[in-house]
Nanobody
Framework: QVQLVESGGGLVQAGGSLRLSCAAT????????MGWYRQAPGKQRELVAT???????NYADSVKGRFTISRDIAKNTVYLQMSSLKPEDTAVYYC?????????WGQGTQVTVSS
């Protein structure tokens, strides 16, 4: 059973930066699409960014140019570097790993951006 453990959330002022980390308990990054999703109060969970097994990345339009997803396969860790944060980025951020035959979610980490 794979576990995904997120860290790095917190409270930051608008315009600030945070880096989220997601560590997997076993090595799955080389065969999985890894992603970050977020859910704000009263809203549906939405895609933030993904990195495919081949290394290709994809971003939501709302975060392009501000967020960067990356991974360290040797450390079984995926990162989300968030810059120029806005109050509308406030949400619980979830790490995700999926392939055609499985999907795993982390427990989530809160990011709060104050204006």
């Amino acid at each position: 059973q794979v576990q995904l453990v997120e860290s790095g959330g917190g409270l930051v002022q608008a315009g600030g930066s945070l880096r989220l980390s997601c560590a997997a308990t076993i090595s799955i990054f080389s065969s999985s699409t890894m992603g970050w999703y977020r859910q704000a109060p009263g809203k549906q969970r939405e895609l933030v960014a993904t990195v495919g097994a081949g290394g290709g990345t994809n971003y939501a339009d709302s975060v392009k140019g501000r967020f960067t997803i990356s991974r360290d396969i040797a450390k079984n860790t995926v990162y989300l570097q968030m810059s120029s944060l806005k109050p509308e980025d406030t949400a619980v951020y979830y790490c995700n790993a999926h392939r055609w035959d499985y999907i795993y979610w982390g427990q989530g980490t809160q990011v709060t951006v104050s204006s």
